[in-house]
């Protein structure tokens, strides 16, 4: 699986779209890349996953650049029960693969 | 919803005690995982199972061993604990699906510390 770099942290006022960077330079073409996060004692939570083309769902947009080498995660609209670390993964299109996971990215929304 | 259930929150065991951590999914899902969180190391996987009475081993799978007898219920055993064992155990449910990438369901953890 191809590594990701994420930045230790980033702070976000409430209220304000909170966009979250992943660097994966070495992906594959039949990779995916997901994002899950983790609030303080709770197992992390999926949020959305993507190949190619932007996602969007109930909880956030996923921009994947047209190389493939970054991606970004949006939080429209941040609330404070969004404080979390948000993991960005990349792995292989097989369902239901083992995730590795890394040091993600602290997320600290204040109002 | 999927829930994932782990039977304790918060265990404290001695040094050379046998631990069994249990977890159950209530979604009939094929692939269940253990993994252990740790701080500045992110999560780490110990061991997965893609069937009933299968496993395979994830990155750090020593002093640990898994039994899923049954395809709900996947249990990670400690066969003699150890003091660098203390740490949080996460367990993760998702399903074999051919068609979409199933994401991980996960539980809220149990903080074992030993002593």
């Known amino acids: 699986d191809a590594k990701t770099t994420q930045p230790p942290s980033m702070d976000c006022a409430e209220g304000r779209a909170a966009n979250l960077p992943c660097n994966h330079s070495?992906?594959?073409?039949?990779?995916?890349v997901y994002w899950y996060r983790q609030i303080h004692s709770q197992g992390p939570q999926y949020i959305i996953h993507?190949?190619?083309n932007n996602e969007t769902n109930e909880m956030a947009s996923l921009i994947i650049t047209e190389d493939r080498k970054s991606s970004t995660l949006i939080l429209p609209h941040a609330t404070l029960r969004d404080t979390a670390v948000y993991y960005c993964?990349?792995?292989?299109?097989?369902?239901?693969?083992?995730?590795?996971f890394g040091k993600g990215t602290t997320l600290s929304v204040s109002s | 919803d999927v829930k994932v259930t782990q039977s304790s929150r918060y265990l404290v065991k001695r040094t050379g005690e046998k631990v069994f951590l249990e977890c159950v999914q209530d979604?009939?899902?094929?692939?269940m995982f253990w993994y252990r969180q740790d701080p500045g190391l992110g999560l780490r996987l110990i061991y997965f199972?893609?069937?009933?009475?299968?496993?395979e081993k994830g990155d750090i799978p020593e002093g640990y061993s898994v039994s899923r007898e049954k395809k709900e219920r996947f249990s990670l055993i400690l066969e003699s604990a150890s003091t660098n064992q203390t740490s949080m155990y996460l367990c993760?449910?998702?399903?074999?699906?051919?068609?979409?990438?199933?994401?991980?369901?996960f539980g809220n953890g149990t903080r074992l510390t030993v002593t």
């Open positions: 993760a449910s998702s399903s074999r699906s051919l068609v979409f990438n199933s994401p991980l369901h």
């Open positions: 993507g190949l190619k």
């Open positions: 070495t992906i594959s073409g039949n990779e995916y």
């Open positions: 199972s893609y069937d009933v009475k299968m496993k």
């Open positions: 993964i990349v792995t292989l299109n097989q369902a239901g693969t083992a995730l590795i």
């Open positions: 979604m009939d899902h094929e692939n």
